[in-house]
Structure formats: C-alpha cells, structure tokens
C-alpha cells in the first residue's frame, strides 16, 4: 500500500539545483519527523491546534483519512498521465516524489516499481527527502535517482541522532551523482546554522549544498532570503530560493 497525499502539476520546482523546471510532484503521506520548531501553526480535522513544517498535511496522520490509498505503482503512473494529457512536452518532465518523508516507502516492491518506471521512461526523477533513514542501493537504476537532501539542523526541534544520519548520507552521495544537500534556515538561526552544517560535512562526502530560506508565506521568504543570501555567499555555499512560496505562498497543488 502506497499512501499518497496529493499527485499534482505541472507546475515548476521550487527549490534546489532544478527550481524553476517543470514538474508533476507525487507527495506521499507519513513522516518520521514533526519539526515543530520551523513554526507553522495549523489545526487538525479534530480542531487541535499543532506547530510542524509546512507540509504538515502529508506528515500529520490525523490527515490521513485524506490520503489516497494505492495498492499498485500503475495507478499513481495513471494519475500522473491524466495531468499530462494536455500538455505537449518536447522533453521528459520531471517527477518529484516528495513528502512526508517518502523513503519511508523505500522497501516496498511498488514503490521501487514507481521509480524503475520514470527511470526507464527516461525522466529525471528526484526525492526530496530528509535523509534520515537507512536506505541500501540494491539495482543499478536507483545510482540514477536524484536526492535532494534537507538535513534538519537544532531548528527543527528534533533531535540530533534521530535527524542527522551520517552513513545514509555517506550512502546516497556515493551511489547518486547528481545529489546534494539543502538546509533550511531562518535570520535568527544563522551562526549556529553554520557550525552545525561544517560538522555534518566533514563527515560525509563532497557534494553541493543549498541554504534556503524559512517561511510558509512570501513576506517570510523575503524577511529571511537576504540575511541566507549572504551567509551563503560569506561560507561558499549555494543559495536556492523557495519560488513556489514566493509565488503562491503555501498553497496547495499548484
């Protein structure tokens, strides 16, 4: 059973190394992560008021009456066509397979039947992921999936052992060319930010890094990007924006 909390696009990505390229986004339900400490206050179907990421639709399983439900990958691959149908690409869309946490699913046969489908058609396929788990490259077309990594930091709130898994890391880089890591940070986070990026990295393998901005709404977004910008720019790292918030602040399915 593959628990998916929206299939949506095309639309672009909105943040990492491909922003600003079309793509379908197949967001899966669950997450081993709540991430109160990035702050973004929602309530339940039963009226209880939370704190989590803003995301919090697909990570909250008091959510998941909402989730569909898929027992085989050839269903969601349907969804998928259904949004594409009319629409005339010159090239292979993206696919995002987001969350959540979507390699929560990383075991299950329809899943990996989902990934070899988009790898073998030919698309660039990247899953966005907190990159937590332990996760094992058992077929070659796995080294060819993207994973945008967004390592939590002391922000989120979670803790260290639980957020930081050096030998998934280690794992996915070694296995995926084209992988890197992104961390979310806001204006008041900044110093420490940096500390505890440089004690990650120096334990895992080069790779490009992307500092990104904290906010569910754009007037976040704009409050946080220049104080990131340049921190970016002062430690060498990478800077990505969130363009989808910016344009359309947190709203859904677009």
């Known amino acids: 059973m593959l628990e998916i909390n929206e299939i949506f696009g095309p639309t672009i990505q909105g943040e990492g190394k491909f922003v ?40 909250d399983k008091e959510f998941k009456d909402n989730w ?11 969804e998928v066509n259904k949004l ?27 899943f990996q039947n989902l990934l070899r489908y988009y790898i073998e058609k030919n698309h660039k396929v990247t899953i966005e992921t907190n990159g937590s788990l332990d996760i094992n490259f058992k077929e070659e077309f796995q080294k060819k999936l993207i994973f945008s990594m967004s390592v939590k930091l ?8 639980k957020r930081v898994n050096i030998a998934t890391l280690t794992t996915v880089l070694q296995n995926s060319s084209e992988s890197y890591l992104k961390f979310v940070i806001g204006d008041d986070f900044l110093t420490q930010a940096i500390d505890e990026i440089n004690d990650i990295l120096k334990d895992i393998p080069k790779c490009d890094v992307y500092l990104m901005p904290l906010g569910d709404t754009s007037k976040q ?8 910008i340049n921190l970016a720019i002062k430690y060498g790292f990478k800077y990505s924006d969130r363009l989808h918030i910016r344009v359309w602040n947190n709203k859904r399915g677009v």
């Open 154 to 161: 002391s922000n989120s709130l979670e803790p260290l052992k």
């Open 221 to 228: 977004i704009d409050n946080n990007s220049i104080k990131v």
């Open 20 to 59: 600003g390229s079309p793509s379908i986004f197949i967001r899966f339900g669950k997450c081993n992560f709540s991430c109160v400490g990035f702050g973004v206050e929602y309530e339940t179907p039963s009226g209880i008021k939370k704190c989590a990421c803003d995301s919090y639709y697909a990570v």
């Open 68 to 78: 569909y439900k898929y027992e085989s990958h050839l269903d969601i691959i349907n």
């Open 84 to 110: 594409l149908e009319n629409f005339d690409y010159k090239y292979k869309i993206d696919i995002v397979i987001t969350g959540g946490e979507p390699l929560l699913y990383w075991n299950k046969v329809e």
